[in-house]
């Protein structure tokens, strides 16, 4: 009996060893069927780490990389890489461009331009600030426009109130091309003249930059000049505390004295050549600063001057009252709150 036992336990053990074997050598291994998932479904790609385990099980090719072993597994093609998004390219390839532009924090109502504030020197040698007053105007206003976008180049534009109101659709279009816009008062006054009191200045600062809020449809730059170069110290103080940087200049072109475009010119670039940098005044609104500007800034480009664009950190947010005098005064109608959906319904098509 113990030995016929015996046999009985041998032969169970022995057919449970055949057995194994055979399922080992047989069954599929359950390491390949994720293999043979992802074959199946060529129209997906690999996970990566299997991506990277047929790699590297991959006969090494020279002329291969992984990434292109992977494809060959998946059956499809990888997408090729979305291209990275770019600024438009300037169509003039010799174009004086714009060297470097830079952000003024304006709270507290910082100054520039030597003629009279001479705090912050930020330019460096060769550079140029150029900026342009009491627009904008028909004809003279495109025209410098068209100059500086042929040469890929950047202002910062101090339009006057009422002017902003004749021309709302002009002033968009500098703002459209990437300039700086700030504001010049509402009406030119002098705000240090003798009979201008404080409330008027005020009035003249806040009615200049509410139209031309409404004018561009949003908030302009913080930044102002004041006309005639005229800083009255109660102006400058207000300014101060409405965060408006306030411009003077470093050079004078004194186009709106100049008998021709070539006198301009000469006079910007004797005074620049002497001075070697700075902020330059002219103004859009003079039909010769216009004529000038493409020779202008090629002599420029010559001279080796780079441009300096000026923008504001934030936006001058105007006061709503007024806002609101601006609209009666000039008697536009009241703009309407219903949604355009139930003004403009399409009923064909």
């Not at 279009?173 to 008027?200: F, P």
Request: proline fraction near 8%; include cysteine; glycine fraction near 6%.
């Amino acid at each position: 009996m113990r030995h016929a036992f015996g046999l009985i336990l041998a032969s169970l053990i022995a057919a449970i060893v055949i057995a194994g074997v055979w399922y080992l050598t047989a069954s599929p291994h359950a390491s390949h069927a994720t293999t043979q998932t992802v074959a199946a479904r060529p129209s997906e790609p690999l996970p990566p780490s299997a991506g990277k385990l047929a790699a590297k099980d991959a006969p090494k090719d020279p002329a291969k990389d992984d990434v292109q072993v992977t494809a060959a597994l998946s059956g499809k093609p990888p997408a090729p890489p979305a291209p990275a998004q770019q600024k438009p390219a300037c169509a003039n390839p010799n174009a004086l461009g714009v060297s470097r532009v830079v952000v003024i924090d304006t709270l507290g109502g910082p100054g520039f331009g030597f003629e009279q504030f001479k705090q912050f020197d930020f330019l460096t040698d060769k550079e140029v600030v150029l900026t342009f007053d009491d627009g904008p105007w028909p004809g003279n206003t495109p025209a410098v426009l068209k100059a500086l976008d042929d040469e890929c180049t950047k202002a910062v534009f101090f339009p006057i109130g009422k002017h902003a109101t004749y021309h709302p659709e002009i002033l968009k279009q500098v703002l459209t091309a990437g300039h700086t816009v700030g504001s010049h008062t509402w009406s030119h006054a002098n705000l240090n003249g003798k009979k201008m009191t404080d409330q008027l200045a005020v009035d003249e600062v806040e009615k200049g930059f509410s139209a031309v809020k409404m004018a561009i449809g949003s908030d302009p730059a913080p930044f102002f000049r004041f006309p005639q170069l005229q800083n009255n110290p109660a102006a400058v103080t207000y300014l101060g505390t409405r965060n408006v940087a306030m411009f003077s200049c470093d050079l004078d072109s004194f186009d709106f004295k100049a008998a021709s475009a070539e006198q301009i010119i000469n006079t910007v670039m004797t005074k620049l050549d002497k001075r070697g940098k700075g902020i330059i005044l002219m103004h859009d609104f003079q039909k010769h600063t216009a004529e000038a500007m493409p020779a202008l800034l090629q002599r420029l480009k010559a001279g080796g001057y780079k441009i300096v664009l000026m923008k504001a950190k934030t936006t001058l947010q105007t006061l709503p009252d007024y806002d609101a005098a601006l609209v009666k005064d000039l008697k536009l109608p009241a703009v309407s709150s219903r949604p355009i959906g139930s003004v403009v319904q399409t009923v064909a098509q």
